[in-house]
């Protein structure tokens, strides 16, 4: 797809964007992809005109929705030949956005294929992500991920973000064979154990295995990539002025030169947006280690296989 842009691998083909949350990436990127293969991309969101929907099966639907996501899903099915959905936690209570209802709800209801496009996890990202780091590692002359350190880095943020980035991040690290490190504050910003599991699992598969830290020394000591990214602390979801005060002691958590010094020469990345000099200093950010531009234009490349072996 990199190599060859243009193709009509989605001839007369249709694909539904569902974003229920704010986008400039991955509205982007599906729908300028969809169009190079051939193919057409209707984006919808709730503030763009579209019906509010109901998730839950079996309610009463007497509040604010008009219109139940299995008619919505089945309607969109007999126009659309893929449905895409970015649906982010409520940040209430973590053990309801756990169950990814929304995804679910189409994937339960919808007749063609439905693509995550962010909800508690972020797999077209951190497809990207990888795939720009197998890129500069080759032209760099430094060789397959296997083996590499992988840092998943904490850092400050003023609100409490989706930790969807960070679950996938980790995953997909230890399934491409990198040795995955997940800094963070305090044992409360572990991410959920399904990820934790699942990142372990694929680590041990590699002969590696998943360290968690709370010690910035020790993390970026030899790592070869980090990838920044805040979340909100899942034990205190719903209860944020609770978690603010603690978050506002982590602010050193930052990605700057100081601690890219301590690392083996590491690619830096993020999957944007970014706030600049709360979450990685501009140094590090515009220096030649970064491969945040490389990936955001991977979203474009990788989202395109992923739409063509699907419905092409
Ligand atoms: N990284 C990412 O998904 O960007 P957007 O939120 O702008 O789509």
């Known amino acids: 797809m990199k190599a060859a842009p243009i193709g009509d691998a989605l001839k007369n083909k249709t694909v539904a964007l569902l974003f229920l949350n704010n986008s400039l990436r991955t509205r982007t990127s599906f729908d300028v992809g969809a169009k190079q293969l051939g193919g057409h991309a209707v984006v919808l969101s709730p503030s763009g005109g579209m019906w509010p929907l109901e998730f839950e099966d079996g309610v009463v639907m007497d509040g604010e929705a008009e219109e139940h996501v299995k008619e919505a899903a089945k309607v969109l099915s007999r126009y659309c030949d ?28 919808a007749d063609v294929p439905v693509v995550n ?130 978050r506002d002691l982590y602010r050193h958590f930052i990605v700057d030169e100081e601690k890219m010094a301590k690392t083996a020469d590491a690619l830096v990345s993020h999957c944007l947006p970014m706030r600049r000099n709360v979450k990685m200093t501009d140094a590090v950010f515009d220096s030649a280690n970064c491969i945040a531009y490389e990936e955001a234009e991977n979203r474009l490349h990788v989202q395109k296989a992923i739409m063509k072996a699907l419905v092409g």
Not at 83 to 95: E, L, M, S, T
């Open 117 to 246: 496009m962010e909800t508690i996890t972020h797999p077209c990202q951190e497809m990207a992500h990888v795939m720009a780091l197998q890129e500069r590692f080759e032209k760099d002359g430094r060789g397959a991920l296997d083996g590499k350190k992988f840092l998943l880095t904490w850092t400050y943020h003023p609100k409490p973000l989706n930790t969807a980035v960070a679950n996938s991040a980790l995953m997909i690290a230890a399934k491409f064979g990198m040795k995955p490190t997940l800094l963070c504050p305090t044992p409360d910003y572990v991410l959920d154990e399904r990820y934790i599991a699942q990142a372990t699992k694929d680590a041990e598969a590699h002969g590696n295995a998943l360290t968690i830290t709370h010690d910035i020394d020790e993390a970026y000591a030899g790592a070869e990539v980090v990838y920044a990214k805040s979340w909100g602390a899942l034990p205190y979801f719903g209860n944020w002025e609770e978690e603010k005060p603690i």
């Open 82 to 109: 893929l449905i895409g959905i970015r649906a982010f936690p409520k940040f209430v209570d973590w053990k309801e956005d756990r169950k990814d209802r929304i995804l679910n709800a189409f994937a339960k209801y």
